[in-house]
């Protein structure tokens, strides 16, 4: 690549100045040879400047994506400053229209999009579904004008609230998600139709992304990623929940790294779409901002890996109360997984979560495979001080 005018040179072709002790140096040039220096001088400018441009570029920041659940009141008690998106959870259909369910959701869609008074690049996203949100998704999309119509509604949506697009958190197309919400086969290229009828109506400026279960069998079977990625500007792997609250065997619910005994982890999911082709920048890794609890599960490897019953979940802000030494609760760290546990041996409790560490480890991660970034669910969890987004924004600041 060349400047432009990087050829543009002195008028006086006859001469080259030189400083030389003082002196003014003339060289004459005889007239056949302008040419031939005319060239050379552009060449080597062209080369520099080339050289100059060509060097690998200052890293870009990574997205750092807050899901946000609660209401108008705490909006602003968080830094928004280290977010770069922020996605509303949750909106939900209504017919073949995307909604928002009553004025308390409203207050907090314009809480949100306040924030960018704060921070001008911050884009606020626009969220369907959730867990237990989209009981009529398959049914509703599988029809080409309900796609259209849901477009334009979206469309709509942010054109209201200045919002900058849409994340859709259907769980899940083509497999089973929320128990008896309907999923069929066809979800999977209707889901592709629908991110691509997203793009089309909402245009390049508006962001389309989605989020993405962690785990094998949504990697494998739920969507066709080298076509629906082609229109989503980036996919929010949910590397967390990867053991849930259906599992009877304890684990690492947002493990960085697998291990002997557990395959599913951050790096199982990043690795397996970058052998798909999936560009890097398109991949969002997820944190949990709160801990799985299991009860009832035996003292051996100090709960990891036992049997157990699936009991709670408790956010990051309550942990030194709810998780507390006094209370019994001894902290371990799994050195290949990345991840840290509790295990408290008198009530026979584990606890699977991520702390300041293993979130610092997960953003290097995220710089180091040069991913799109790190989004969590989500920020209510966190306390407005000293947190796990602090922690993220630790790595990022270096």
């Given at each position: 690549?060349?400047?432009?005018g990087?050829?543009?040179?002195p008028h006086?072709?006859?001469?080259v ?5 003082g ?6 040039i005889k007239p056949?040879m302008?040419?031939l220096?005319?060239i050379?001088f552009?060449c080597?400018?062209?080369?520099a400047?080339g050289?100059?441009f060509s060097?690998p ?5 990574l997205?750092?994506t807050?899901?946000?659940a609660?209401?108008a ?6 830094e928004a ?7 509303f ?6 017919g073949?229209r995307?909604?928002?369910d009553?004025?308390q959701d409203?207050a907090?869609?314009r809480?949100?999009?306040g924030l960018?008074?704060r921070?001008?690049?911050?884009k606020v ?10 009981e ?7 029809d ?12 709509e949506l942010n054109n ?7 994340d859709?958190d259907?769980?899940?197309?083509t ?6 919400h309907k999923y069929?086969p066809a979800d999977k290229?209707n889901?592709t139709a629908?991110?691509?009828e ?9 962001e389309v ?6 785990f ?5 079977e739920?969507?066709d ?5 082609k229109?989503?500007?980036r996919?929010n792997l949910?590397?967390?929940d990867l053991i849930h609250g259906y599992?009877t065997?304890t684990?690492h619910h ?10 599913f ?12 082709g999936i ?6 890794i997820?944190?949990a901002?709160y ?5 009832n599960v ?5 709960g990891l890996?036992q049997p ?5 979940s408790?956010g990051y802000?309550?942990f030194?109360?709810?998780f507390?030494?006094k ?6 760290r799994?050195?290949i997984a990345?991840?840290?546990?509790m295990?408290n ?11 300041a ?7 290097q991660?995220a710089l180091?495979q040069?991913?799109s970034?790190i989004m969590?669910?989500?920020?209510t969890?966190d306390?407005?001080?000293n947190?796990l987004?602090?922690?993220?924004h630790s790595v990022?600041?270096?």
């Open positions: 690549m060349t400047l432009p990087a050829c543009s040179l006086k072709w006859g001469q100045f030189a400083l030389q002790s002196w003014k140096m003339h060289f004459c056949s302008r040419s220096l005319r050379t552009c080597l400018l062209s080369i400047s050289f100059a060097q570029a200052a890293t870009q920041p997205t750092v807050a899901y946000y609660g209401n009141a705490r909006v602003d008690s968080f400053e280290k977010l770069t998106h922020i996605i959870s949750f909106c939900h259909l209504k073949n995307l909604v928002v009553d004025a409203t907090t869609i809480k949100l999009v960018k008074k921070n001008p690049s911050l996203l626009l969220s369907l579904g959730g867990w237990g949100g989209c009529t998704c398959s049914d509703v999309f599988a080409d004008n309900n796609r259209k119509v849901f477009a334009r509604s979206v469309l209201y609230f200045g919002t900058d697009g849409i859709l259907w769980e899940y197309p497999i089973p998600g929320y128990p008896g069929q290229d889901f629908l991110v691509k997203l793009r089309n109506t909402l245009g390049d400026k508006t992304t989605f989020a993405a279960g962690g094998t069998k949504f990697l494998v739920a969507v990623w080298k076509e629906v990625m229109y989503a500007d996919v949910m590397t967390y599992d065997v684990g947002t493990a960085l790294y697998s291990t002997s005994k557990q395959v982890s951050t790096d199982n999911a990043v690795q397996y779409l970058v052998t798909l560009p890097r920048n398109k991949l969002v997820g944190a901002f801990a799985r609890v299991w009860e035996p003292a051996m490897n100090n890996y157990g019953k699936f009991k709670t408790v802000s309550s030194p109360t709810a507390s030494q209370e019994g609760f001894t902290m371990y799994d050195s990345r991840a840290p546990y295990y041996a008198s009530k026979k409790l584990f606890v699977t979560y991520d702390d560490e293993s979130l610092r480890a997960k953003t991660y180091d040069r991913l970034g969590f669910w989500q920020l969890h306390t407005y001080r947190g987004l602090d922690a993220i990022i600041r270096k």
